[in-house]
């Protein structure tokens, strides 16, 4: 059976995504706190010197893309489970990825626009 969040070709590939992208920000999220500790006390100085090192700037694009399919592929789940209506189901589902789509590219700006 094909699914329509074009992330997984079947039922399985949506929720091997799910569980990835779920370790993936846990990971992201320790490694953070992780950092956080080491720059004690930490000031809107060091967050800034912190945000500057490459690797903290990949891992948070990669944290953030990763997100970014994590929240689509279980509001997907959500909406396909408890709106049938088709004419009510695909606004909504395009109103998501437009807001995920917003807040990822607000996300890069953030990271890369300075």
């Known amino acids: 059976v094909l699914m329509a969040t074009g992330l997984g070709r079947n039922g399985l590939q949506d929720w091997l995504i799910q569980r990835v992208t779920a370790v993936i920000l846990l ?50 789940t959500v909406l396909t489970d408890y709106i049938k209506p088709l004419c009510l189901r695909l606004p909504l589902q395009l109103l998501v990825i437009m807001s995920l789509l917003g807040n990822m590219l607000w996300g890069i700006y953030i990271l890369w626009g300075r």
Do not use: D, N
């Open 27 to 76: 990971v992201y999220l320790v490694g953070l706190a992780f950092l956080m500790a080491q720059h004690q006390p930490f000031t809107h100085a060091a967050w800034q010197e912190l945000f500057q090192k490459p690797y903290v700037r990949y891992g948070t694009l990669f944290a953030l893309i990763s997100l970014c399919l994590h929240a689509w592929v279980g509001i997907w």
